[in-house]
């Protein structure tokens, strides 16, 4: 009785272990193809929309507090608030950071 049960435990695992081989193959095709097209993900999607949006945002007050408030609320059903604001702001102030950077180079500021 149990010399079946290991044996259907021993296909049932080759049979796993064949279709998370296949799934691999797929997956690196798939990402092959996208770098061969030169085709964004989703994820490279959602990045490039937050960084256009922190530069944006960065520039108008009440707009950052805005997008602030606005990801916050639709994250807090995943993640702390907390935590989102912490990320945004620093987002935020990178971007501050760099525009305060590219403007004293463009002025013709010390050498930073």
Known sequence: MFEDDDKADGDAARRY?????????????????????????????????????????????????????HLITVMASNFDPAQVAAAFDGMVERERARLR?????????ADV
Do not use: T
Request: hydrophobic share 35%; aromatic share 8%.
């Open 17 to 69: 272990r064949r279709r998370l081989k296949k799934q691999r193959i797929y997956q690196d095709r798939y990402r092959q193809r996208q770098a061969f097209e030169r085709r964004p993900d989703r994820e490279q999607m959602a990045a490039a929309a937050l960084k256009a949006i922190i530069r944006w945002a960065c520039r108008d007050e009440r707009m950052c507090a805005s997008w602030r408030k």
């Open 101 to 109: 950077l590219v403007r004293q180079r463009a002025d013709g500021g």
